[in-house]
């Protein structure tokens, strides 16, 4: 929790707080230098290993002034080290799912496009109210209204189709998550008909494959789909029937941190399964919501003439892999051969995990009747040690620059450095959401980000 911005909240009068009166019932939500905020609004219940149950309206008034809790998952500190995040921002809840609503506090006269944010963390880690990935910047400046929404991970949302468990369960409570934006958002002055899904690695890929659930057509129109490792996404079945046989020992009722505890013995019991071990929980084709693999294709193309299309990737995606792994290094710094051995490593894991299969989408997209622009994030490629990793887009997108101040991914970089950079990212991504066009080439420089349509 954000200590400051609680106390704010509890000195304010009840009376003059924000309230937005919507088919979920009113909705009480406070005030946040220049932006409002409705924040830990429950969209669904859960029962474990069951899909979600969207929240009824609720005749009492609902009180959204907490941050969102998280979804139940393990510390992994070495993530915690990168983004600068405490250990102490991982409170969280079991039993229901929630979201944040963020949106300037001025009027206006027409609704607002609705960006929804899915955060990454490899469907194993993050939330969506972390203090790193605020959105309040992206909602003031751009003049958009902002959802934040927080799912299951790991053997809870992205494990199933074994001993009568669903699999998908994460992916269903982002369409849960969706269809309260679409019924509720008009009444808190958004454009349902104007929603923009964003998501970085995790996030990105879930909104990929968004694209191709049932259940989502209408819910929204544009995806950008940043760092999305699609290379991965593909040819999982044996390795989670694997991961199913393990799972498969732990009861329903079992204590929460027996569930955790398993999570990280099913993950550990895969790991000769190649690149695809790095993110062993995820999507799985052929279990609802989602196609089989073989006609997942032939699913894309019939998407792609209702949905705008945004991807990309970052220079020197899997140098934080290299970073935070202590053998590989040990591998770079090994005198002489270490730092050219480790780039050479970097860039064929990036191409095969993250470029490759991002162009392959894109085009995919423009044949089948869609529009889309691909963009490549070059800002701090070659900076030792991260240099344009994975996740070196979250700075310039998401958070006040004072929320990265412990963040070893860009320490050393002063505040008004992620301002400056940050501020065109932000209307980059913004101008897409609100019409699902670019120009047909423009960077963001220099040597930031560079995009262009595909045709």
Same mark, same amino acid.
């Given at each position: 929790m954000r200590n400051d911005e609680l106390n704010d909240r509890a000195e304010l009068n009840d009376d003059d707080a924000p309230r937005f009166t919507t088919p979920a019932g009113e909705i009480i939500g406070w005030r946040d230098r220049g932006v409002i905020r409705a924040?830990?609004?429950?969209?669904?219940r859960t029962q474990r290993?069951?899909?979600?149950?969207?929240?009824?309206?609720?005749?009492?008034?609902?009180?959204?002034? !907490?941050?969102?809790?998280?979804?139940?998952?393990?510390?992994?500190? !070495?993530?915690?080290?990168?983004?600068?995040?405490?250990?102490q921002a991982f409170s969280s809840c079991e039993g229901a799912l929630h979201l944040s609503v963020t949106l300037p506090e001025s009027p206006s006269p027409m609704p607002r496009p609705v960006m929804v944010w899915i955060h990454g963390g490899s469907y194993v880690f993050g939330a969506g109210d972390?203090?790193?990935?605020?959105?309040?910047?992206?909602?003031?400046?751009?003049?958009?209204?902002?959802?934040?929404?927080?799912?299951?991970?790991?053997l809870l949302g992205f494990l199933g189709g074994y001993a009568n468990r669903p699999a998908n369960l994460g992916l269903l409570d982002m369409i849960s998550a969706l269809r309260w934006v679409n019924t509720n958002i008009a009444a808190m002055g958004g454009d349902p008909a104007n929603v923009t899904l964003f998501g970085q690695s995790a996030g990105g890929d879930a909104a990929a494959h968004l694209m191709i659930a049932e259940g989502t057509e209408g819910l929204f129109q544009r995806a950008i789909i940043q760092s999305a490792p699609l290379g991965i996404s593909r040819g999982r079945a044996k390795m989670y029937a694997k991961m199913s046989q393990q799972a498969a020992t732990v009861n329903d009722d079992a204590p929460l941190e027996d569930i955790l505890r398993l999570q990280t013995q099913v993950a550990e019991s895969v790991r000769n399964f190649g690149l695809k071990a790095a993110m062993p929980f995820g999507t799985q084709y052929g279990h609802y919501p989602l196609p089989t693999e073989e006609e997942a294709d032939a699913a894309w193309r019939r998407a792609a003439a209702k949905i705008d299309l945004f991807i990309g990737?970052?220079? !020197?995606?899997?140098?934080?892999?290299?970073?935070?792994?202590?053998?590989?290094?040990r591998l770079r710094n090994t005198p002489l051969v270490g730092e050219a051995l480790s780039r050479a490593m970097v860039a064929v894991t990036t191409r095969k995990v993250y470029i490759r299969d991002a162009h392959t989408f894109a085009r995919r997209h423009v044949k089948a009747g869609g529009r889309a622009y691909l963009y490549r994030l070059d800002w701090c490629k070659g900076r030792y040690p991260f240099g344009a990793a994975h996740t070196i887009d979250l700075p310039l997108l998401l958070g006040e620059p004072s929320s990265w101040q412990h963040a070893d991914l860009v320490k050393g970089v002063d505040e008004a450095t992620l301002l400056e950079r940050g501020q065109p990212m932000r209307a980059l991504w913004a101008d897409f959401a609100r019409t699902g066009q670019l120009p047909a080439t423009g960077h963001i420089g220099p040597q930031v980000l560079e995009w262009w349509e595909v045709s």
């Open positions: 924040t830990g609004i429950r969209y669904a290993f069951c899909g979600p149950k969207d929240e009824p309206p609720s005749a009492a008034p609902i009180q959204g002034t !907490e941050w969102s809790p998280c979804s139940p998952q393990n510390i992994i500190p !070495e993530l915690n080290a990168v983004l600068g995040i405490s250990a972390l203090p790193v990935f605020d959105v309040r910047p992206l909602a003031l400046e751009q003049d958009v209204i902002v959802v934040a929404v927080t799912y299951r991970l790991g990737y970052t220079a !020197e995606e899997n140098a934080l892999f290299v970073v935070i792994s202590p053998s590989l290094m």
